[in-house]
């Protein structure tokens, strides 16, 4: 088998990456190898030095890699909208309550997209977005200052959800934000030259992946409730279903970017990474996406699990 080695950052990413793996060794000759790299400059660093061959996570900071010369190929992008909820107290009722008040940002995570979310609401420059760390408030804590008053609201992932809602918190349904978001995959332009085959047998792993989680939950949920729930240290099956359903509900078949998403994750990558001066459309490689819906890939896989 090729191996492929896929390296992430956050453990809320090995349901999906699981279920490519567990498609890859299955159907398409691919050994998927799992790598979790924290740290962040290693993180970054790893598709460069020879320690990962595709990343699956936050991928914005290429965009300023290849500004230095790198070069990158971007080649799926699973997830084209933000997927958080918006949270609010109780007597808040619309998003016009907003002005003149403040958001509570995580620091980590794309802080600008709050502030693309107020523009396309029209609250740009009319709202506070002051970012908290996860050091001083715990991870995606920000909603706590939400409670004590001092913000108005917070955007939160469903998987952490409960104790806001258990705080006091509810849910003001808005419109998301289009944006290349979790699970976007990454390579550098000599990998994808020199083992394109294999990358487009991966590419058919990542899709079949994703279609197993979103048509045969009960077959991929043997999956996840192994090593993925291990590793984001979970111990209720229920539990873990709730996030697999939360993740899933979010995911594309058809990993196409948008230009309305791409758009929004260049300015990200502009405003947090410093990438300004590219065309990003020119890190963008389809074609393995388009040959494989072309050819009736995509649709059967569809077909043959619904």
Aim: aromatic residues 10%.
């Amino acid at each position: 088998m090729d191996i492929v080695r896929v390296a992430y950052r956050d453990d809320d990413r090995t349901p999906v990456i699981y279920c490519i793996k567990e498609m890859g060794a299955k159907h398409y000759g691919i050994d998927v190898e799992v790598l979790k790299i924290k740290d962040y400059g290693e993180f970054e660093a790893s598709l460069f030095n020879d320690t990962a061959d595709v990343l699956i996570d936050h991928v914005e900071f290429l965009y300023a890699e290849a500004t230095k010369g790198k070069k990158i190929t971007f080649f799926c992008a699973p997830r084209i909208v933000r997927g958080l909820d918006l949270m609010v107290p109780e007597h808040v009722e619309n998003v016009s309550e907003f002005a003149g008040k403040s958001m509570a940002v995580r620091d980590s995570g794309r802080p600008h997209t709050v502030t693309l979310w107020l523009r396309m609401m029209g609250l740009e420059g009319k709202v506070g977005v002051p970012i908290f760390k996860d050091a001083d408030v715990g991870r995606w804590g920000q909603w706590k200052k939400v409670i004590s008053g001092e913000c108005i609201a917070c955007f939160m992932d469903p998987l952490y959800q409960e104790e806001p809602l258990k705080a006091g918190l509810k849910f003001l349904p808005v419109p998301d934000l289009a944006v290349i978001s979790h699970y976007a995959q990454a390579c550098t332009a000599e990998f994808a030259r020199k083992k394109s085959a294999v990358l487009k047998n991966y590419v058919r792993s990542v899709i079949h992946g994703i279609c197993w989680m979103k048509h045969r939950r009960q077959e991929a949920m043997k999956v996840v409730t192994g090593e993925p729930m291990r590793r984001m240290k979970i111990s209720d099956a229920h539990e873990m279903e709730r996030h697999f359903d939360a993740i899933v509900s979010k995911l594309q078949i058809k990993p196409y970017p948008t230009l309305e998403a791409l758009s929004a994750t260049y300015e990200i990558a502009c405003q947090e990474y410093g990438a300004k001066g590219l065309n990003p459309l020119a890190l963008w490689g389809m074609h393995w996406v388009k040959e494989l819906d072309d050819e009736g890939f995509i649709d059967a896989l569809i077909q043959d699990m619904t």
